[in-house]
């Protein structure tokens, strides 16, 4: 958990961290071309210890994302392939009744793919909802309880998943309780002419080329000790309360939100907004948290958050048109 010192942290700690940080973000432009801003944010998510949602079209680049990622900072992986018949002990894990030696039998636990690192939830929302929930503990608690017993999952635990637009068939709309655990929802957008032109003609059979370097358990520890330490300004906290205060209709003044929003964000909101902050700061070398930090992360952190009413889908009115409408009203001061 991050703790807002009261004083800065060192600023060559800071921007030594900063620099293997941005090892892997070369290494992951590198090995998946074309989407620098969509590997900043994901590495923020992970600096942030939070889940992430991967959103886009099947083929674009998700798993291989995520795949890459655990492979980079070194941190035991595992993937689901979510289906309409997964079950959630296929995710949780059983009890096994074995016989021993002596004749007597027992109840063993098998532990699931979830008592990992790295988690890949692949296509999460082909899964149905009580497999889905299954998800719900591990991520708030980072814990399992099956038969009454509460197992700890590895520290730390992440889940990356990724979905496909709702639009398509066989899908399963994550519940709202659901996404809000996760830090950020990030559209994975196809690929560009000169990206695609590179995958085809250097990535033979579609295969990305292997990682040069790999975090050790140390350096990973140390990255996030010195994150722990990045210091949120009181007048950035504030920013960060009256910018979630702003999406919910009974705070908000205005317009758009009273007439188009159903459901504001939550505090767990501007606890993402925060730590995600901070997270942009590390990478970038710098030992506090600007306002800059807030309004990149912004977005990312409550467009899943944010649920709009019928009327907004009428006008096709979406959560990120609507975030970046109360970026731009509300000020990073009251005195502006």
């Not at 432009?29 to 991967?54: D, F, M």
């Not at 929302?125 to 590895?154: D, W």
């Not at 993402?272 to 600007?290: C, K, N, T």
Request: proline share 6%; hydrophobic share 40%; net charge neutral.
């Amino acid at each position: 958990m991050a703790i807002n010192n009261t004083k800065l942290p060192d600023k060559e700690v800071v921007l030594k961290v900063s620099k293997n940080v941005e090892r892997v973000l070369d290494e992951l432009n590198r090995i998946l071309v074309g989407r620098p801003e969509l590997h900043k944010l994901v590495v923020t998510g992970i600096l942030s210890r939070g889940h992430i949602l991967l959103e886009g079209l099947p083929g674009v680049g998700k798993t291989a994302l995520i795949k890459t990622l655990g492979e980079l900072f070194g941190l035991k992986f595992s993937r689901v392939q979510f289906t309409p018949d997964l079950m959630p002990g296929d995710i949780l894990g059983s009890h096994i009744l074995q016989q021993s030696e002596d004749g007597s039998r027992q109840m063993i636990f098998q532990p699931g793919p979830i008592f990992t690192n790295i988690m890949l939830a692949d296509e999460i929302n082909r899964a149905s909802p009580k497999t889905q929930s299954a998800l719900l503990e591990a991520m708030q608690e980072r814990s399992v309880t099956l038969m009454g017993k509460t197992r700890k999952l590895p520290e730390p635990f992440f889940v990356l998943a990724s979905q496909n637009p709702i639009e398509l068939e066989g899908t399963y709309a994550l519940p709202e309780a659901q996404l809000d655990r996760f830090l950020f929802k990030l559209e994975v957008k196809s690929a560009n002419v000169d990206t695609m032109k590179t995958i085809i003609t250097s990535r033979r059979r579609g295969e990305p080329p292997k990682a040069n370097f790999q975090f050790s358990e140390e350096e990973l520890k140390n990255v996030f000790d010195v994150m722990d330490e990045i210091y949120l300004p009181d007048a950035v906290a504030d920013y960060i309360a009256r910018l979630v205060c702003a999406t919910s209709p009974s705070d908000s003044s205005m317009k758009e939100v009273k007439e188009y929003v159903q459901y504001g964000a939550s505090p767990r909101a501007a606890i993402a907004i925060s730590e995600s902050a901070r997270g942009i700061a590390l990478i970038e070398g710098r030992p506090s948290v600007g306002f800059e930090d807030v309004k990149k992360v912004f977005v990312p952190a409550l467009n899943h958050r944010v649920l709009l009413n019928y009327k907004a889908r009428f006008e096709s009115l979406t959560s990120e048109i609507l975030l970046n409408k109360i970026l731009a009203t509300i000020k990073e001061t009251e005195f502006n």
